[in-house]
Each structure stands twice: as C-alpha cells, then as structure tokens.
C-alpha cells in the first residue's frame, strides 16, 4: 500500500524567505504526486501535480515541485513566501486515472513571520 | 453548481445520535470521495462512488458509516450512534472519474462534527 510521510509538522518562515517543505513517498510503481493547501476554514486547493515527465513541476501561486524517483520525495518550494501562504500544505499520492483515490500525508503547517 | 458543495458546516450532537452529512459534487463529476480530516492525523479516506456504485469502501471505519449517492450526483454519508471519536471534519471531493479523469480531486469545505 502507499503512504506519504510529511516529516515537518509545523514550519514558520519569514516573509519574502524561500521555502521548501518535503514529503517523502512510499508506492512501488511510479506514483501520481499533489500538493494541495489547505488555508483556514476553506477546502482543499491544488497547487501542482506531478504525472510524468518534467520532473520539475510548475504550479499556482508561484510554488514548485520537483520529483527525485532516486529518494522518493516530491518537495514543494517557493522563492519567496507572502503572508497570505500562510496554511496547511498537503502532499499526496494516487495510483492512476479512473480513480483519483488519493492517499495523503499528515500536513505541514506554515506560519509566515513578518 | 460552481463547486462542491456540502452541508451542514458545523454539526454538535451528543453521543449516541445519528447525523447525516450531504454533498452535492460538480456537475458532471462522476466520481466521489468521501475523506475524514481529524487533528493531527491527516486526511483519511472513506469511500469513492463511481456513479452510484461504491467499488472501494475500504476506509469505513466500521458498520456505523455507510454512504449512498443516489442519481449519479448528491451523496450522503451516515454515521448512526455516534462516538466521540467519530468528530472530526468529513471531506467531500468529486472529480471527472474514468477516462476523462485528470488525477484532480476538488474539495468542498467541508462538515465539522462535534460529538458531546
């Protein structure tokens, strides 16, 4: 069975600081990989997915992903965080189309300082 | 509609009760999930509907949840003689399912259960 380990649980950075939060896999194929964030009271937005290809992936809100089949992780990464990135940042893994059943990791909280 | 939609936001009841849950996916949306978000534990899946049909309900926690979807569109999900451990927030995500799919989930805001 697959599994995503987020070994960060909680994350404050200063504003207009880079940012990566990491998230490690567990699949035995090759894995579909998301970031979703959650911001307060809200549902769940995508940010990137990561299919095949590129392994450098582009997403909304000027964050990226990159995918390392080496070390099984799928780390997202910001330049330069705002303070509306504040939010929970969950990373994901699914098996294939026709079922986007998605197995999550526990979250990576991110508190943005000024 | 826009988005997904579920209701109620907020539900209080006291243990022993039975409550229901609704959500009301994208139009078009064939394929429904339904997650469990509890503090500290991320999201934990329930059960997916394929149209009306349920293939994977692996992620019921036991036989006090069970969920239907009726009319390939408004599901909802029952817990009956509810527990403490039953609070949570419950998750609902439609996305375009089978060969249209595009790996997406999208997500209501989802229904926070409080059990006294």
């Known amino acids: 069975a697959q599994s995503v380990t987020q070994p960060d649980i909680h994350i404050t950075v200063s504003e207009g600081a880079s940012l990566e939060l990491r998230c490690n896999y567990s699949y035995g194929a090759t894995p579909y990989l998301f970031w979703y964030v959650q911001s307060p009271g809200q549902g769940l937005q995508l940010l990137l997915k990561?299919?095949?290809?590129?392994?450098l992936v582009q997403g909304i809100k000027g964050f990226e992903a990159e995918f390392k089949r080496s070390q099984s992780s799928f780390n997202l990464r910001k330049p330069s965080v705002h303070w509306s990135d504040a939010a929970e940042y969950f990373c994901a893994v699914g098996m294939n189309f026709g079922n986007e059943k998605l197995t999550f990791g526990t979250g990576t909280r991110l508190t943005i300082i000024p | 509609g826009a988005g997904v939609s579920q209701s109620p936001s907020n539900k209080v009841t006291e243990k022993g009760k039975d409550v229901e849950l609704r959500c009301d996916p994208i139009s078009g949306h064939t394929a429904l999930y339904w997650y469990r978000q509890s503090l500290g534990q991320g999201l934990e899946f329930l059960i997916y509907f394929q149209g009306n049909s349920a293939p994977d309900k692996s992620g019921l926690p036991s036989d006090r949840f069970s969920a239907e979807r009726t009319g390939g569109s408004v599901s909802t999900l029952t817990i009956q003689r509810t527990q403490q451990e039953d609070s949570a927030v419950y998750l609902c995500?439609?996305?375009?399912?089978?060969?249209?799919?595009?790996?997406?989930?999208?997500f209501g805001e989802g229904s926070r259960l409080t059990v006294l």
């Open positions: 990561y299919f095949s290809g590129d392994t």
């Open positions: 995500a439609s996305s375009l399912g089978g060969s249209g799919g595009t790996g997406e989930l999208f």
